[in-house]
């Protein structure tokens, strides 16, 4: 097992992109494995992180671009990791999410990505090829932001050993105080159920959550949490998205 830092031994296992948009019966995900070297000929062992990290990242207030955010809301919400796992809000961050990517043996991270497919479509994209291809097509500056931070965790050979990025193509992203259209949001399940597998995989100890989240403990405050700000969100009247009145009359008085 190669400690981050270190060059990994020349034995490489490649996985191409997924696109997951079938039932769940008919997914496969590759089992993440590295070289281990057994004399002359190496050995490919499963790996279990010491640390593992799920992040998301984007705005949840600019609808679909809220994806990551409410993924990791979701898996906070339903399930209990073990102690080596850390779930972060990683918002818009960019550059401050240095230290939580250096500082990880396997790094989960969701995310709203332009592939140009279908809405709601699931991608995923594996270890090195993940900085590549988020700056193949941004969509917003917290993209180019967190492109970044993989690069740097690449130069400073701080990038964790194992990453995963779930990726979903979004549908509206230009409704400002806007939620995830129906078609993001039932990906998400699909998305969570992913994510939980792989943490398993890992060796995170997923488990149904048992004990009721303190006031402050989760990671997206209650006023923001989907369930209210889907609840409490204003007409586009009373939020003056189209423009108020009261500073744009129509005419102005002498």
């Known amino acids: 097992v190669h400690a981050p830092g270190r060059r990994a031994p020349a034995c490489f296992l490649f996985f191409r992109p997924l696109i997951f948009s079938g039932p769940p019966a008919m997914r496969t995900i590759p089992s993440e494995v590295t070289c281990h070297p057994s004399g002359d000929t190496p050995a490919c062992i499963p790996v279990k992180p010491q640390t593992i990290v799920a992040l998301g990242i984007g705005n949840l207030l600019w609808a679909d671009e809220g994806f990551g955010v409410r993924c990791i809301e979701a ?12 779930l972060i809000d990683g918002g818009t961050q960019g550059l401050y999410l240095i230290q939580h990517v250096q500082s990880a043996d396997a790094l989960l991270i969701f995310d709203a990505i332009d592939y140009g497919l279908e809405p709601g479509t699931l991608r995923l994209i594996r270890d090195d090829a993940v900085p590549r291809f988020m700056g193949a097509k941004k969509m917003s500056l917290h993209q180019t932001g967190f492109q970044e931070v993989l690069s740097l965790a690449q130069l400073t050979e701080k990038y964790p050993a194992q990453v995963l990025l779930i990726g979903c193509q979004p549908q509206e992203l230009e409704d400002y105080g806007g939620s995830l259209r129906p078609v993001v949001k039932a990906a998400l399940e ?27 403990e989760a990671v997206t405050l209650e006023e ?8 409490q969100r204003p007409t586009p009247e009373a939020a003056c998205r189209e423009g108020d009145a009261r500073f744009f009359p129509a005419t102005l008085e002498n």
């Open 224 to 231: 923001l949490a989907l369930a209210a700000y889907e609840t």
């Open 190 to 216: 699909e998305a969570v159920a992913l994510g939980v597998e792989q943490i398993e995989r890992w060796g995170g100890q997923p488990a149904q959550r048992t004990t009721q989240l303190g006031g402050r």
């Open 75 to 86: 898996l906070q919400r339903r399930y209990e990791f073990a102690e080596h796992v850390s």
